[in-house]
C-alpha cells in the first residue's frame, strides 16, 4: 500500500452522525491533461457558500457542517479529532482556523494508545451535496512535517456502497515534507490507493503554500474534472484515463475538510515540527457550473469569430463553422448541465461518434450519446470526453465558413473558446 515515491493514506475514519465509513487514500502519479491557464469563469449559481463571518472562537454553522470526532488507525495517522470549538473555530475575521495541537486534554484514546495530538474534521454529509458544478476553497496550509490538511470529497451513496466503489475526489491535499506541492486525485473502483488517479502542482521559485493562501478548485461536469490552483489549471481528467474502470463522479458527492496529524502518507512530526499549526481556510464555495453554463449567448474563439450553424438550417448533419458574429439564432448556444451545448433546438454533435483527429462536428438530434458530450473546463477548453479531444478550428484558419473539428488538445488559440452570458 505504497510506492517507492509517496507512501498512501488508505482509509479514513467514520462520519460519525450519517455512520458512514469515510474512506480516502492519498495520490497517485499519471500522466495528466496539459497544463493551460485558465481565463476567469463567468458567474454561476451558487449553491453552498462558507464565508465564516461571525465572532472569534464561534464553532462553525452546524446547519452547514458537522464535526467528526475519533481517530484514524487506518491511515495510522496520530490526531484525535474532537467536536465543538476545541480544534475547528472562527476567528472573527472571516476565516475557519482548524488547529492541531500536540496536547490530550481529554485522556483521548489512539489506535496506538493514549493519543498525542488533537485537530479537526468537518464533512457536509447530511446537509450538503452537489453533483457537477465549482468546487473551490481559498486557503492557507500548515506546515511542518507530520502535516496533512486536506479538501475533497466523497460520494454520497459511501453507506451503500463502500469505498472506493463511492468515489473519490481530492480536490487539495499537501503533505507536509512538500511545501510546495500540491496534489489533486482520484479514487473509485480499481484505481485507488497507489492507484488513484493524479497529479501535482509545485508553486514557482521555491515558494511554500503556507507562506501565503491560495484558491484550490475543481471544476466537474459529465465525464470530465479540472483541478486549478489559483486559476491554473494543471490537470483534467476524464473516463479515457481509467483504462476501461469505472467512472463513478456523476452522482451526488459531499465535502470534507480536515488537518491529519501523521500518517503513512506524510509520515510522523520530528523534532523539527513546532506546534500548534493551523489550517485557515477563508471560504468553501460550491456553484452551479464552471461558470460556463445558463442561458443561450455565443461562444466566440479565433479572430473572434462566433461558433455557427451554417446557413441556420436544422437539419441533420449540418455544418458547424466559425463566421462573423452576428446575433442570429445560429449562434445562440447554451452550455447545459447535462453536459450537452445546443442550438436551434439540437446538439453539438462529433460525427459518427468518433474519436480521431479531425473528425468533424455537426448539428444533430440530442441523442444523450457520449457524441454529444462537452466539458467546459475554466481553461477555455471545449473537450469532448469520450475522444478526450478538444473542439478546435480546422487549420487554424478564421475564414469564415471554416468548419470545426475535434483534435488532440494542444492549448493553442484555434481551441481556445468564450462562453458569452
Not at 485537530?119 to 452537489?130: I, K, V
Not at 485557515?280 to 452551479?288: A, E, G, H, M, N
Not at 449567448?297 to 479565433?302: H, V
Not at 447554451?334 to 479531425?358: E, H, P, Q, W, Y
Request: hydrophobic content about 35%; overall charge neutral; glycine content about 14%.
Amino acid at each position: 500500500m505504497s510506492s517507492t515515491r509517496h507512501p498512501r493514506r488508505l482509509v479514513l475514519s467514520l462520519v460519525m452522525a450519517l455512520g458512514l465509513a469515510s474512506l480516502s487514500t492519498g495520490l497517485a502519479q499519471s500522466a495528466p491533461a496539459p497544463v493551460r491557464t485558465a481565463a476567469a469563469a463567468a458567474p454561476a449559481a451558487v449553491t453552498f457558500s462558507d464565508e465564516f463571518d461571525g465572532p472569534a472562537g464561534s464553532a462553525v454553522d452546524g446547519g452547514k457542517w458537522q464535526t467528526e470526532t475519533g481517530d484514524n488507525v487506518n491511515n495510522h495517522e496520530r490526531q484525535y479529532y474532537t467536536a465543538g470549538n476545541s480544534n475547528a473555530a472562527l476567528d472573527g475575521q472571516g476565516h475557519l482556523v482548524v488547529t492541531a495541537r500536540k496536547e490530550n486534554p481529554g485522556n483521548y484514546q489512539c489506535w496506538y494508545g493514549r493519543c498525542e495530538y488533537t485537530s479537526a474534521r468537518l464533512n457536509t454529509a447530511g446537509r450538503f451535496t452537489t453533483t457537477y458544478g465549482r468546487v473551490e476553497a481559498r486557503m492557507k496550509v500548515p506546515r511542518g512535517q507530520g502535516m496533512w490538511p486536506a479538501f475533497w470529497m466523497l460520494g454520497d451513496d459511501i453507506g451503500q456502497v463502500g469505498w472506493p466503489a463511492s468515489g473519490e475526489i481530492d480536490v487539495m491535499e499537501n503533505v507536509g515534507f512538500e511545501p510546495s506541492t500540491v496534489h489533486g486525485t482520484l479514487h473509485g473502483p480499481g484505481y485507488s490507493g497507489s492507484g488513484g488517479i493524479g497529479a501535482g502542482y509545485t508553486l514557482p521559485g521555491g515558494q511554500a503554500f503556507a507562506d501565503a493562501f491560495h484558491t484550490f478548485a475543481v471544476d466537474w461536469s459529465p465525464n470530465s474534472i479540472t483541478w486549478s490552483v489559483d486559476g491554473t489549471v494543471y490537470q483534467r481528467r476524464t473516463p479515457a484515463d481509467l483504462g476501461g474502470k469505472q467512472w463513478v463522479f456523476d452522482k451526488p458527492f459531499f465535502v470534507i475538510l480536515n488537518l491529519a496529524v501523521g500518517g503513512y502518507w506524510p509520515g510522523d512530526p520530528d523534532g523539527s515540527t513546532v506546534f500548534p499549526q493551523q489550517l485557515l481556510v477563508d471560504y468553501v464555495r460550491v456553484s452551479s457550473g464552471s461558470g460556463q453554463q445558463g442561458g443561450g449567448g455565443p461562444i466566440t474563439g479565433l479572430a473572434g469569430k462566433c461558433v455557427d450553424v451554417a446557413g441556420g438550417a436544422v437539419a441533420n448533419g449540418t455544418a458547424v463553422q466559425l463566421y462573423d458574429c452576428n446575433g442570429t439564432a445560429a449562434q445562440q448556444w447554451t452550455v447545459g448541465a447535462d453536459g450537452t451545448i445546443r442550438a436551434l433546438g439540437k446538439c453539438l454533435d462529433v460525427a459518427s461518434g468518433g474519436t480521431a483527429d479531425g473528425t468533424r462536428v455537426q448539428l444533430w438530434d440530442c441523442n444523450g450519446t457520449a457524441a454529444q458530450q462537452w466539458a467546459t473546463p475554466a481553461a477555455r477548453d471545449i473537450v469532448n470526453p469520450q475522444a478526450n479531444k478538444c473542439l478546435d478550428v480546422s487549420g487554424s484558419s478564421s475564414a469564415n465558413g471554416t468548419r470545426l473539428q475535434i483534435w488532440t488538445c494542444t492549448g493553442a488559440a484555434n481551441q481556445k473558446w468564450t462562453v458569452t452570458r
